[in-house]
């Protein structure tokens, strides 16, 4: 079959499925995700699915994807956060961390380095799932919804870490000699100066006139093709992507960053972003979960022994039921690792075994954990602080 046919099948499936989905409280996006698995097992499409059209497609995906999250992150705003939400932070991602790390290294016998980049980015929390539940119940504004957005937060920065010490990790695989280190050093300080330039003289620009929103966004495809491009260079196109959205969302009035943020995330999610989640998801073997579910188990275990770790640290000042309900929360474990993950098992760094069984891991989260987290929302009615941290 050919493309055009699996594309329309892509979004009329994330369609009718997402509207499922969503009574479970899980976002419709990821719809897609569950298209890939069923299309992992069985494809009728595998010709079209393997196309290098496709793959480009589906990469074009993951850099828009990153994009919105280098445009929604505020550094400024992270490093106002309150000694309670570092202090969550910290508890949950290092512990994640250090269990993930030891698990990958002695289960699937990977390089200490590899098992620490992994382990961190399965430490990562994917708070945005919880947001239109948070948002529902009327507790966003509160000091528990606030920690919980702080940590999430906060979690972007150990993600944008993540994602540079892969970008050195993959330079350094592809060429080893002086010249190509020096030529990869070149387009890394590139890569960051142009953020650090735009940062300097934004305030000099004050505004750029643009006629109209198409104008607008064609400059910010300017932006996400210019720095993934440099990027590339040195295997560093999703480092590219996000300091792309860091670099526009300085470039930009208050104003100009609503309407192109709205603009992105359009053509964002209605179209690039359903095709990387199938293309995630048809990757993953389908079998090795079912055979070896004792390793996603554990995956899992070691999400819940963080949280019940925070969970020790939080009670005394959330309480013992509004910390259990921040546990579960924070269990979803959807978040940037999904692009960093891919961009490992693509680069042949680390094996399909390991790739499946951590995307498993992820999906079994972040379907359940929605389920979970509203129904004791609902059931326990709690009444919560509505001062903001």
Do not use: C
């Not at 793959?55 to 995906?61: C, I, R, T, V």
């Amino acid at each position: 079959m050919n493309l055009s046919i699996l594309l329309s099948f892509i979004f009329i499936s994330t369609f009718l499925l997402g509207r499922l989905l969503e009574k479970f409280r899980v976002p419709w996006v990821f719809a897609a995700l569950f298209l890939g698995l069923v299309l992992s097992i069985k494809n009728p499409f595998a010709t079209a699915a393997s196309s290098p059209t496709f793959e480009f497609m589906a990469q074009l995906g993951m850099y828009f994807l990153l994009f919105i999250i280098g445009f929604d992150l505020n550094i400024k705003e992270i490093l106002k956060q309150k000694k309670t939400v570092a202090k969550l932070s910290a508890i949950i991602i290092v512990t994640s961390a250090i269990l993930g790390s030891i698990l990958v290294h002695y289960v699937f016998h990977i390089a200490w380095y590899i098992s620490i980049l992994v382990g961190t980015s399965f430490s990562t929390v994917g708070e945005a799932i919880l947001i239109p539940i948070l948002d529902e119940f009327n507790v966003i504004n509160t000091n528990f919804g606030q920690t919980i957005l702080g940590i999430g937060t906060i979690d972007d920065i150990v993600e944008l870490i993540t994602i540079i010490a892969l970008a050195l990790i993959l330079g350094d695989k592809n060429d080893k000699t002086m010249s190509a280190f020096f030529m990869n050093l070149v387009y890394m300080v590139i890569l960051f100066t142009i953020p650090f330039f735009v940062s300097i003289i934004h305030k000099k620009i004050h505004s750029f006139k643009f006629k109209n929103i198409p104008s607008l966004f064609i400059f910010s495809l300017f932006m996400i093709f210019l720095m993934t491009g440099i990027g590339d260079y040195v295997d560093a196109a999703a480092l590219g992507a996000l300091l792309a959205g860091i670099t526009l969302k300085l470039f930009l009035t208050k104003n100009q960053a609503n309407h192109i943020e709205s603009t992105v995330r359009i053509i964002s999610y209605g179209f690039f972003v359903p095709i990387f989640f199938t293309w995630v998801g048809q990757s993953v073997n389908i079998n090795y979960i079912f055979h070896n579910p004792l390793i996603v188990i554990l995956m899992l275990l070691i999400t819940a022994t963080a949280n019940f770790i925070m969970y020790l640290f939080a009670k005394k000042k959330f309480g013992k039921q509004q910390s259990i309900l921040m546990g579960i929360g924070l269990s979803v474990k959807f978040s940037t690792s999904v692009v960093i993950l891919s961009l490992l098992f693509y680069k042949h760094i680390i094996p399909g075994t390991l790739y499946s069984a951590m995307i498993g891991a992820m999906t079994i989260s972040q379907f359940i954990v929605p389920i979970l987290f509203s129904y004791f929302l609902k059931k326990w009615s709690l009444t919560f602080n509505q001062k903001s941290q």
